[in-house]
């Protein structure tokens, strides 16, 4: 047999196919989770938020206001209950490793979800259209670059596995053939509770709804199961507004809602070119391929894509590139059916056809394996180690002036002095309550939930009263500088009083001095270079300058 013959042989074989699209995707999200990509200032606040609420059991985070629901948070902060989050990291201050364990858990977490994400991607595609379209979608899915976005904790990440189960879940129910139309109707309720939480979760997958409606309708033409699929999806999502009236705080989500979509920072022409330097080669195919869809009439692909992009384009002033991910898998399938069509042109062909998809994986997994081989986010680890060695040193000092002479019990653990219970006890270190530690959520989060330091600000535009004379250590990022120095929200208080302004916080700068710069390597890489183009959105809010007194 020639070895032509031999790899399709391997090729049609399909649990090899399924096992090597696992341990692919596995490598891309699970690897070096730490070293890459930077920690991301919103992968800070939604980790401040689901501790907030693992600790304090509501979700009342301090300084918030209604940007986004809170079903994410809740999700993220339900997960690492089950694990034991944080007790099985020993968090300790003293235990430097303590550090890393503290963002590698949640990232892991996120790398299996996006694992999970490349199978669902692969089942909806072969489910509609075919096999050798789904091998490619889902290995277009797990290599390209722009999948590396998926490894950051966003809501778009906790989200996406919630909304391909929902399509999963619909396209499945079209294929039955209208058999079992108990079972049908169950999983039709089902989809729409999983669609009505990813929702929940972020308001724009709203978009969502006329996709899955029009296919919940096609499936058997009955307006029961559309209503059976709506229910949960409206009702859901009312929980945020409804939990707002309750506590008196309508208008505060109107003004919060409002201030959401009418930031004007990045437009979706910003984005889509931010997502070319990222990932050129899918967003071409993807967009040829949403061309072909329309040539095509493929209802499913078209309103897949076409409604989330117009939202954001008529509806939403500020747009992130990486607001996109819940569309990535549809472009993945748009241009793995593309490739597909393109294959049966030049199928008497064999080297062709196994060439063309093969070229374009391989380019793609080599391209982000140099992404994710590198450690951009290092420096922001040693930041917060240089944090810990500070207060390792305060601690010291308290612990000789007011507990020297405590006594340990044998059924506790010792550490600088105090009682310890075994586990994890929020209410066991009353010397973290002494020092403030003002910085961004990337930070504050794990000396707030981690380490109880009670003093910690929630973020630097949180406004709080500092004493005279308190022990303050101040994180300045470019987060923290652009909030001081270019963001008017830091001067204005129209839309949330539990803001601090510029003029407040430069009050903490009192009697600071610079202990240390944190610079990355993000800059060392050339960024109009593909695929180190990414590296621009890297930068880790460096360089990080830590004061203390």
Known sequence: MSLLGKITLVYENKFFIIILILLITSFVHLWNPLGFPSIHVDEGTYLFRSL?????????????????????????????????????IDPEIQNQSSVYSSYAIPRIMIGIFAVLDTLLIYAITKLRYGRNAAIISALLFSVMPFTWA??????????????????????????????????????????????????????????????????????????????????????????????????????????????????????????????????????????????????????????????FIAFFTFFVSYVNWFYFIPIFGFLCITAGVLIERIIKLVTKYKAITIMIPSLIIVFGFFSTFALISTNVASFQYEAMSYINTILIKDNATLKNKSYSDMTISDNSLQYNGLQKKSGYDKGM??????????????????YKFIYLYENTFYSYSENNNIENGSDVILVLDRYFRDYLTNNLESRNKSWNQNLATADELYKAFDGLNTSKYFTGNGNDYDRFQYPYTSMRFNLGGGPIEIRSN
């Not at 301090?62 to 986004?68: K, L, M, P, R």
């Not at 270190?429 to 794990?446: F, G, Q, V």
């Open 429 to 446: 270190r009353e010397d973290n309550k002494s020092t403030i530690i003002i910085a961004s959520p990337i930070y504050s989060w794990i």
């Open 52 to 88: 907030h609420f693992l600790t304090m059991g509501n979700t009342a985070w301090s300084t918030s206001f209604y940007d986004h629901p809170y079903f994410g948070p809740i999700f993220l902060a339900s997960m690492l209950y089950v694990i034991n989050y944080p007790a099985i």
């Open 150 to 307: 998926l490894r950051r904790i966003y809501l778009e990440s906790l989200l996406y596995p919630l909304l391909l189960s929902s399509v999963l879940i619909v396209v499945y129910v079209n294929s039955m053939n209208h058999q079992k139309p108990k079972i049908s109707q169950g999983l039709i309720f089902i989809a729409g509770v999983l669609l009505g939480l990813a929702i929940f979760t972020k308001a724009p997958l709203v978009t969502m709804m006329p996709f899955l409606t029009f296919y919940t309708y096609k499936n058997n033409k009955k307006i029961s199961d559309v209503v059976l699929f709506l229910t949960p999806v409206i009702i859901i999502p009312l929980v945020w507004p409804l939990d707002a009236i309750s506590k008196g705080e309508y208008q505060q989500w109107i003004t919060g809602l409002t201030s959401q979509i009418e930031r004007h920072y990045g437009s979706i022409v910003d984005s889509i070119y931010d997502i070319f330097l990222i990932d050129p080669i899918i967003l071409t195919l993807g967009i040829f391929g949403i061309a072909l869809a329309i040539i095509k009439r493929d209802s499913f692909l078209i309103l897949g894509i076409v409604p």
